[in-house]
């Protein structure tokens, strides 16, 4: 069971992260598509780093695998920004918890043939009713229109965010079932460096 400390340390972390993102974007002016960019540079110079201590080639199907992964998570992340910029990050970030467990299921089940016990699929719901009741307005308002146009705002780009991160950690798994960690990692980040380039060159081309 060490893997449910790791996993509950790991959203603490993610929820220390969000708290800071949400607070530079809204003080530091940055825009999203930069801000995603310096996480992708970053996280690409780490695995930079990390090469002498276990970097090895691998097959050409996991390189592009590894790099797909790595663009995922950069667009992730960048929808995320988006998706926070103006939004309480208290109302998002449980739109994208309880998305991303529904599209790693589907894509598990399409990709790595991956099936969920009757008690699995038991606490998965939970887990999706749970997220949806965390975001459900409960303020006084008036209408059902205001309460469906005040939700569905909020969802589009939380959904694609949710969605490029579940692809991500999808295709993060099938790496590590063939690669030590330390290479898989250094892989796949360089990937990250792929997506945040493409941001770079997006931004150019937009001046």
Do not use: C
Not at 65 to 85: D, P
């Amino acid at each position: 069971m060490t893997w449910l400390f790791f996993a509950i340390i790991a959203h603490f972390l993610n929820a220390i992260v969000f708290v800071v993102d949400k607070y530079i974007l809204s003080r530091a002016h940055f825009k999203p598509e930069a801000y995603a960019f310096y996480v992708g540079l970053l996280g690409g110079s780490i695995a930079l780093i990390l090469m002498p201590f276990g970097f090895s080639p691998i097959p050409l199907n996991q390189i592009l695998i590894s790099f797909l992964a790595g663009a995922l998570f950069i667009a992730g992340v960048l929808f995320f920004y988006k998706s926070i910029e103006k939004e309480e990050v208290s109302k998002i970030t449980p739109i994208i918890g309880g998305a991303v467990p529904f599209f790693t299921l589907v894509l598990t089940y399409l990709f790595l043939d991956e099936r969920l016990s009757f008690e699995q699929l038991i606490a998965f719901t939970l887990l999706v009713l749970g997220g949806m009741i965390i975001i459900w307005p409960r303020k006084n308002i008036s209408s059902f229109n205001q309460i469906r146009l005040s939700f569905l705002k909020k969802l589009p780009k939380a959904l694609l965010s949710a969605f490029f991160f579940a692809f991500s950690y999808v295709l993060t798994k099938y790496i590590f079932s063939y690669q030590p960690f330390i290479n898989g990692f250094i892989w796949i980040r360089v990937g990250g460096l792929v997506g945040a380039g493409i941001i770079e060159l997006n931004l150019k081309l937009e001046f």
